[in-house]
T-cell receptor, first 117, second 112 residues
Framework: AQSVTQPDIHITVSEGASLELRCNYS??????LFWYVQSPGQGLQLLLK??????LVQGIKGFEAEFKRSQSSFNLRKPSVHWSDAAEYFC???????????????FGTGTRLTVIP | NAGVTQTPKFRVLKTGQSMTLLCAQD?????MYWYRQDPGMGLRLIHY???????AKGEVPDGYNVSRLKKQNFLLGLESAAPSQTSVYFC???????????FGPGTRLTVT
């Protein structure tokens, strides 16, 4: 069965410091992996995605993530955090619902990021 | 281009009342989804639709009904609301053969 684990419920970093958010997944086939960000009171915005190919993927807002099949991980990183990055971050794995291409996204429980000045 | 919109943004219901949440998308997407988000549980799929007039159950469909009468709209209904349905509801949509889903801003529902 598909599942996603985000071990850190809450992380606090100083503005300008580097960031790594952890994500481990369980999926039988080649995974489709995503990171979404949710600002307070807002919907989910896609940061980046991995389908195949280069295991280091670049996203918006200066984020990147690295797919490591041997560790079943897809950790999100940013070299220098800005105050506006404070939000909740969700990792997700996609699994097909139908042969036509509809899919379900299995989400982790999220990591809340606090940025201190 | 508004993307995915949801109506209403907030709602408080009493146990046993009914209501309908509306999701609309202007991206001409074939597929639409309803998720619920609960603290400590991430998002879970309630129902989905692969086209006008078709719907199917997701992980947690009990207590909900859906309809897709028009391609751009996906309605989620609660016939008799229960406190366990207090949640934030998100609608999403995408095109065939793409896994990336586009999400609406959510509806926060409280059932007392």
């Amino acid at each position: 069965a598909q599942s996603v684990t985000q071990p850190d419920i809450h992380i606090t970093v100083s503005e300008g410091a580097s960031l790594e958010l952890r994500c481990n997944y369980s999926y039988g086939a080649t995974p489709y992996l995503f990171w979404y960000v949710q600002s307070p009171g807002q919907g989910l915005q896609l940061l980046l995605k991995y389908f195949s190919g280069d295991t280091l993927v670049q996203g918006i807002k200066g984020f990147e993530a690295e797919f490591k099949r041997s560790q079943s991980s897809f950790n999100l990183r940013k070299p220098s955090v800005h105050w506006s990055d404070a939000a909740e971050y969700f990792c997700a794995v996609g699994a097909p619902l139908t042969r036509a291409g509809a899919n379900n996204l299995f989400f982790g429980t999220g990591t809340r990021l606090t940025v201190i000045p | 281009n508004a993307g995915v919109t949801q109506t209403p943004k907030f709602r408080v219901l009493k146990t046993g009342q009914s209501m309908t949440l509306l999701c609309a998308q202007d991206m001409n997407h074939e597929y639409m989804y309803w998720y619920r988000q609960d603290p400590g549980m991430g998002l879970r799929l309630i129902h989905y639709s692969v086209g006008e007039g078709t719907t199917a159950k997701g992980e947690v469909p009990d207590g909900y009904n859906v309809s897709r009468l028009k391609k751009q709209n996906f309605l989620l209904g609660l016939e008799s609301a229960a406190p366990s349905q207090t949640s934030v509801y998100f609608c999403a949509s995408n095109k065939p053969q793409t896994y990336e889903q586009y999400f609406g801003p959510g509806t926060r529902l409280t059932v007392t």
